[in-house]
């Protein structure tokens, strides 16, 4: 369990809504799902045990409705999101069925009647059965994000690390699909991804991190197989820790 080429034994991986759907468009693309899921499946086969945390932004963010400007109260239009997080993580809990895998899907607010709920200790044993399980429903609060709920999630159910999958092939000074000069960095401290402002996951979640040393893998998932070598702790992406 380190990040030097051994295997680990639990981790959190989470997915943002934009990769439920091709590049530039919205909704969830059940082609794009199974593409994870054929991910997912390869990374668990490895013995790792998997707890994913769903975004959803593909369907709908809390902050596009501004406060006063849609007529929705903003922790509504929170709950919104957190709704959306649900849809993506049903559609994701197929795809990995339909490839013959035991998951459970668990929502941070109850819906007896499409998942459980999350309990951490339940969660746990899911986990210990070699269950994949998907986390929905973020926090179950408003105002904050699924990173946030990843970063907690990674803390509560003991995970030795918290992989975020994104687009790209990690953190950058500037955002590289707008700036192709901007400079990769193999590695930052939590410090430094605060410090100089860097986009990686939210304040709040860095902030969860930092707090109980717990390291993030930010690498690209649009690389097949990047999922399992991730989960290898094969060298890809950036790794953020408490490390100057
Ligand atoms: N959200 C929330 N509380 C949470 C997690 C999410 O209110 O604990 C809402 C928030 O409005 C957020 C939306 O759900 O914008 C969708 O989640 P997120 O933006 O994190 O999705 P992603 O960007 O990862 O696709």
Redesign the pocket.
């Known amino acids: 369990m380190s990040h030097e080429g051994q295997p680990y034994q639990r981790v959190v991986l989470k997915l ?3 990769s439920f759907s091709p590049p530039g468009e919205r909704g969830i693309s059940m082609r794009e799902v199974m593409q994870i899921a054929e991910q997912v499946r390869s990374a668990k086969a490895t013995d790792c045990q998997m707890a994913m945390v769903i ?4 369907i ?4 596009q409705f501004m406060a006063g400007n849609e007529g929705i109260h903003e922790a509504t ?3 919104m ?2 709704l ?2 649900v849809i993506n993580g049903l559609a994701l809990q197929n795809a990995l069925e339909n490839l013959g895998c035991d998951t459970r899907l668990m929502s941070s607010i109850p819906m007896d009647a499409i998942c459980e709920p999350y309990l951490r200790r339940r969660a746990t044993r899911h986990l210990e059965k070699g269950r994949i399980v998907i986390i929905a429903a ?12 990843a970063a907690l999630a990674a803390l509560e159910l003991d995970a030795e690390i918290l992989l975020k999958a994104t687009r790209v092939d990690g953190v950058y000074s500037e955002d590289p699909e707008k700036n192709p000069h901007a400079t990769w960095f193999p590695h930052l401290s939590y410090n430094a991804v605060r410090e100089r402002n860097l986009r990686v996951m939210d304040a709040t979640a860095i902030a969860h991190c930092m707090e109980h040393l717990k390291p993030i893998l930010v690498f690209n998932y649009l690389k097949a197989g990047n999922i399992e070598r991730a989960v290898r702790g094969e060298k890809l992406g950036t790794l953020i820790d408490g490390q100057d």
């Not at 709908?60 to 902050?63: E, I, V």
């Open positions: 943002s809504g934009e975004g959803g932004g593909n709908l963010r809390g902050a239009s929170h709950q999101g957190m959306a997080t973020g926090t179950g609060r408003p105002y904050v994000t699924t990173d946030t709920a």
